[in-house]
């Protein structure tokens, strides 16, 4: 994303250093905004997870902005710690905010599970959109994609 700025901003510097005829002009302008389209494409489909905050006490973790991960997943947030519950195979509870998780887990594997959520339970398998909603029919789970609105099985077993 920074890359692309600077891609933009060398452009639009050499404007003003150099004479260019309307035709490069528009050449240039259109160069210009092919590149932010291509950045604005890459951003929406590039889901952003929040920095995963932990805390340990004891035997105990804390995931200190749990309620953080729903709110972006667009998930329900006791779905969303089932799952984190089931994969570690260990208790969890939720406590306000945070979620507590029997054992000492690393900041990285909360990460990972969240990197395989999206890719299980969010992203659209037709055109890999993270904007979805899980639509339950007869006991199965479906993924329908809001983007394209493509409706596909739920890769993910917690939904
Ligand atoms: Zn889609």
């Known amino acids: 994303m920074g890359f692309g700025f600077l891609n933009v901003t060398h452009i639009g510097s050499s404007l003003c250093c150099f004479l260019v005829t309307k035709a490069e002009y528009e050449n240039l302008l259109k160069r210009i905004q092919d590149k932010l389209g291509d950045t604005d494409k890459e ?92 639509l339950k029919e007869n006991r199965i789970s479906f993924l329908i994609c809001e983007a394209c609105g493509a409706k596909s099985t739920l890769k993910g077993k917690y939904a």
């Open 43 to 134: 951003s929406s489909t590039r889901f952003e997870l929040p920095v995963v905050d932990v805390m340990w006490e004891g035997q105990k973790t804390f995931l200190r902005n749990f309620s953080e991960f729903p709110k972006v997943l667009r998930r329900d947030p006791d779905k969303v710690l089932q799952y984190l519950s089931k994969e570690f195979a260990v208790p969890a509870e939720r406590l306000g905010d945070k979620a507590m998780f029997i054992g000492r887990r690393a900041p990285d594997d909360f990460t990972r599970l969240f990197q395989i959520y999206v890719k299980d339970y969010l992203e659209c398998t037709t055109c890999k959109s993270p904007d979805t909603k899980i």
